[in-house]
C-alpha cells in the first residue's frame, strides 16, 4: 500500500563490489516449464538456479538508483537511447532533474519525463551522452500464477558497497494493473524491475501491502500501450479532490491510521500514526476504506472534523483539507 | 546522513502518493482478500509446502548438524554444531536465560556460553556430549548472488529459503551488532528552532502533549524535567530537548519551564510515543525483525524470510554446504548472514577462551524490565554454581590440608603406625 520511495539522502561516494568474478552459467535456452511451478527436487532448483545465474550479468548492470531532489527510488534501463522506466511515483512531475546511480557507481544526469499517476507508471531519459547496458521489455498478459521472477532494485536508497539487491520469487497474481509477487519490496526499491526468467522486464515495482506476500508491480504492458505519451512527457491520471495525507491499517476493523505523511493537512492538523479516527464531522466511521468514501464527497479546503482515540484519550481535531 | 525528511516529502509531491494508495487499494485487495484465493495464491509461494519438499534432500544431511536452542524452555534460537565434542555456534543475543540444547534426535543437554564475540552477535555454547556430526563448511564465494540457500531447521524441511541477494561485504562505518531501539520513545510534539536564551517553539504538533499542556508556537523553552526520574535540565541547544525526551518513556510527564512574553510559565506535559519512520514502518511490514538487526561489520544478505527465533543455525546452498550463521532478520527484504570466511578465523578464539563472555555483553542495553529479570536471574544462578564449584573447592581444600598435615605428622612419628 505505500509507495516505495525513499527519502533520505546518502553520502556523495559510490563504491560498487564488482561482479566480475562471477563464473556464468551456460542458459537453457528453450524456455522451461520448470520455470512456472513448483521444483520437485533439487534437480529442478538447479536448473532455475543456473538460469538466474545466467541472466542476472546481463540485467543487474541496467538497474539503476534513481535520485529526484532528496528521494531516491529505482530504475531501469531499457534502450539504447537511454529510456528507464520507473514508477510514477518516483519520477512525478514531468521535466525535473534527475541523478541516476549506474551499476558501476557511475553517476549520469537525466529528466523525469511522463508519468500515469493511476497506475503508477513513470518514465526518465538519461540525457548524459554514452552507450548504456539496457535490459529488454517482455510482456505481462504472457505471465502466468506461479512462474518464477527476478526483483532487482535500491532497497533502503543506494548503499555504499552493496551492489543492487536481488530477490527471487513467483507471480501470485496477474492483472492489468497490478502484479503481486512474493519478491520482497520495500522503499527505494520503487521504480525497480521485475524480470521473467528470460531477463526481460515484466514489471516496475510499486508498492506493498501488510503481508509479506503483497509485493505489487505495474505490468510491463501499461509502458508499451503508453510508450508515446510518456515519452512527450505526459503527465496523466492524477486525481483531483481533496487530500488528507495518510495511509491505513486495512486489518484493523477501525480507522486505524499507520502513516501520517509529514507536511501533509494532516500532519498539520495533529493527526499521529496509530490514532483511530471514530468520527468525522459528527459521524461514526468503520474501517479506514471509509475514510476515503467520506473524504471523497468533501472539497478541498473544507474543514473537517475528527474525533480521534489516540491511546486512552479522545482528541479532537480540526483539520484543513489540502488539494491533491 | 539522514536528510531533512519532511521538506523532500513536499518536495516530492504528497498529492502523487495519496492518489496512487487510493489507486492501488483495488489490486491488493484482488491480491489478498477472499480466503479461497488467498489459499490457492499460497500454493504458488516460493515457501510453499512444494517448494519447500523440493530442499528436503538439500537440509537433510545439515539439520542433523543444525540444533534448537531453548532458554528457560523456550525456543529461542537455533544453533550449529562445529565440534563433534559439544561445540555449538549460534546468536549471542538471542540467549536470554537458562540455556538447552535439543538435537535433532531429540536428546536434550544443559548448555553453557563460553566464548561471544560481540560485533558478529555470535556465541559459542559448550553441551557435555561426544561423536556429534559437524556441519560442513564452504567459503561462501560457492554461492554468488541468485543462488539458493536453505536454513535447515531441526525438522525434515528447512525453516525457510531464499536466494543470496548480495555477496558477504564489509559494511562502512559499521560498529558492531547493537540493538535497534524501539520506537517507543516518548514524543512530546514541538518543533524546535535555537534562540538566544534557551530553545523556540517554531511548531506545536495539534492534539500532542505539548499541544494539551498549552504550548504555543514562539514559546521559549529554558529548562525541562522528566517528573519520574531527573532534576530541571538546563535547555540551550535544541539536541539537549531532543536527547531529554528520547530517554522518556511513553507516558511520561515532562515539566518545562516556559518564557513567554516576559513571563515565565511552568507547564506539565504528558509524552505519547514516537511515530515510527517511513522506512521502519515498511521494514517491520509482513514479518517479525531480530532485536539485534544492525552494526555487523560484515554481512552476507540474502532474501529468506526467517523468523527472529530460528537465527542462530546454518545457512546452506543447494550441496548442503554451510555458507556461514544466520545472525539477524533485519528487514522485509533482507536476512543477514555472517559468512564462512568470516567465522572460521574467530572459531577456536570463541572456543578456546580467548573471547569470554560477560554478563553485560551477553544482556546488552535497552533490556526490557522482564528480560531485565531474566538476567538478574541468571547472574545469580550463575553465582550460585559458582558459589558451589568454590564450596567444593574449599572442601577439596580442607580435605587436601588435612591429609598433608596427617602426613607431616606421620612423617614425625618414626613408627608410622599413625597411618592407615
Not at chain 1, 76 to 95: P, R
Not at chain 2, 106 to 134: C, Q, S, W
Request: charged share 25%; hydrophobic share 40%.
Amino acid at each position: 500500500m505505500n509507495p516505495l520511495i525513499v527519502r533520505f539522502f546518502a553520502g556523495a561516494l559510490f563504491v560498487f563490489v564488482s561482479l566480475a568474478g562471477l563464473p556464468l552459467v551456460r542458459a537453457d535456452q528453450d524456455k522451461s516449464p520448470i520455470f512456472d511451478s513448483a521444483p520437485k527436487n533439487v534437480e529442478e532448483l538447479k536448473a532455475i538456479q543456473n538460469q538466474v545465474r545466467a541472466v542476472l550479468p546481463k540485467i543487474l548492470p541496467c538497474t539503476v538508483c534513481v535520485r529526484i531532489g532528496a528521494g531516491q527510488g529505482s530504475g531501469v534501463i531499457v534502450d539504447k537511447e537511454g529510456h528507464v522506466l520507473t514508477a510514477g511515483h518516483v519520477s512525478g512531475a514531468a521535466n525535473r532533474n534527475v541523478i541516476l546511480v549506474l551499476h558501476d557507481g557511475k553517476t549520469v544526469k537525466g529528466k523525469t519525463l511522463g508519468s500515469n499517476r493511476l497506475i503508477d507508471s513513470g518514465m526518465i531519459k538519461i540525457t548524459d551522452k554514452g552507450e548504456f547496458p539496457f535490459a529488454p521489455m517482455g510482456k505481462a498478459a504472457d505471465l502466468k500464477k506461479g512462474q518464477w521472477c527476478i526483483a532487482i532494485g535500491h532497497p533502503g536508497g543506494f548503499q555504499k558497497g552493496r551492489t543492487p539487491v536481488v530477490r527471487v520469487g513467483r507471480i501470485l497474481s496477474v492483472s492489468e494493473t497490478a502484479i503481486v509477487t512474493d519478491c520482497t519490496l520495500v522503499g527505494g526499491d520503487s521504480g525497480g524491475p521485475l524480470f521473467d526468467l528470460e531477463g526481460r522486464v515484466i514489471g516496475i515495482h510499486s508498492r506493498i501491502g501488510g503481508s509479506i506476500a503483497a509485493n505489487v508491480h505495474v505490468p510491463i504492458d501499461t509502458y508499451h500501450e503508453t510508450w508515446d505519451r510518456l515519452a512527450e512527457g505526459e503527465v496523466w491520471g492524477g486525481r483531483s479532490g481533496p487530500f488528507l495525507g495518510v495511509e491505513g491499517d486495512l486489518k484493523s476493523k477501525e480507522c486505524r491510521i499507520a502513516r501520517v505523511l509529514p507536511g501533509s493537512p494532516a500532519a498539520k492538523g495533529g493527526l499521529m500514526a496509530g490514532d483511530i479516527i471514530t468520527k468525522i464531522n459528527g459521524e461514526a466511521i468503520g474501517p479506514y476504506k471509509q475514510l476515503g468514501e467520506r473524504l471523497s464527497k468533501m472539497k478541498p479546503g473544507a474543514k473537517v472534523k475528527l474525533e480521534v482515540k489516540r491511546d486512552d484519550d479522545i482528541v479532537m481535531l480540526e483539520i484543513t483539507l489540502g488539494k491533491r | 546522513m539522514i536528510g531533512d525528511t519532511r521538506t523532500s516529502l513536499r518536495r516530492f509531491g504528497l498529492a502523487v502518493i495519496l492518489g496512487l494508495i487510493v489507486a492501488s487499494a483495488g489490486s491488493l485487495v484482488q491480491a489478498s482478500a477472499p480466503t479461497t484465493q488467498k489459499q490457492k495464491s499460497n500454493a504458488f509461494r516460493k515457501d510453499s509446502p512444494q517448494v519447500l519438499e523440493a530442499f528436503r534432500s538439500v537440509v537433510a544431511e545439515p539439520s542433523k548438524a543444525t540444533v534448537r536452542i531453548l532458554a528457560d524452555g523456550e525456543k529461542a534460537a537455533l544453533g550449529a554444531i562445529v565440534g563433534p565434542d559439544g561445540w555449538i555456534l549460534t546468536k549471542a543475543s538471542l540467549l536470554n536465560g537458562d540455556l538447552h540444547v535439543r538435537l535433532k534426535d531429540g536428546r536434550e543437554f544443559p548448555a553453557r556460553i563460553v566464548g561471544v564475540h560481540k560485533h558478529y552477535d555470535l556465541a559459542m555454547l559448550k553441551i557435555e556430549a561426544r561423536n556429534l556430526p559437524t556441519i560442513r563448511w564452504a567459503d561462501s564465494s560457492v554461492a554468488p548472488v541468485g543462488n539458493w540457500v536453505a536454513s535447515p531447521g531441526v525438522d525434515r524441511l528447512p525453516v525457510a529459503i531464499g536466494v543470496v541477494s548480495v555477496a558477504a561485504r564489509t559494511v562502512p562505518n559499521a560498529k558492531g551488532a547493537k540493538p535497534t531501539p524501539e520506537s517507543g520513545a516518548g514524543f512530546l510534539g514541538i518543533s524546535l528552532e535555537e534562540a538566544e536564551e534557551g530553545v523556540k517553539v517554531s511548531q506545536v504538533l495539534p492534539g500532542s502533549g505539548a499541544a494539551k499542556a498549552g504550548v504555543r508556537v514562539n514559546d521559549i523553552i529554558v529548562s525541562a524535567q522528566n517528573k519520574t526520574i531527573d532534576k530541571p535540565e538546563n535547555i540551550d541547544k535544541p539536541e539537549k530537548l531532543i536527547n531529554l525526551i528520547m530517554r522518556c518513556k511513553p507516558g511520561d510527564s515532562v515539566v518545562l519551564l516556559i518564557k513567554r512574553d516576559g513571563k515565565e510559565l511552568k507547564m506539565q506535559a504528558k509524552l505519547g510515543k514516537r511515530p515510527r519512520s517511513r522506512g521502519e514502518f515498511q521494514n517491520n511490514l509482513g514479518s517479525k525483525l531480530s532485536k539485534v538487526r544492525s552494526g555487523f561489520p560484515k554481512i552476507l544478505q540474502h532474501d529468506s524470510v526467517i523468523k527472529p527465533e530460528d537465527c542462530g543455525g546454518p545457512l546452506v546452498d543447494l550441496e548442503g554446504r554451510a555458507i556461514g550463521i544466520n545472525v539477524a532478520r533485519a528487514g522485509r527484504t533482507e536476512s543477514y548472514a555472517i559468512a564462512t570466511e568470516h567465522i572460521l578465523p574467530i572459531l577456536y578464539d570463541l572456543m578456546s577462551g580467548k573471547l569470554p563472555p560477560r554478563q553485560s555483553e551477553v544482556s546488552a542495553e535497552n533490556l526490557s524490565p522482564q528480560q531485565k529479570v531474566e538476567a538478574a536471574r541468571a547472574a545469580l544462578r550463575k553465582a550460585e554454581e559458582e558459589k558451589r564449584a568454590a564450596d567444593k573447592r574449599l572442601q577439596e581444600a580442607r580435605q587436601a590440608l588435612q591429609r598433608a598435615e596427617a602426613e607431616a605428622r606421620a612423617a614425625k612419628d618414626p613408627t608410622g603406625q599413625s597411618q592407615d
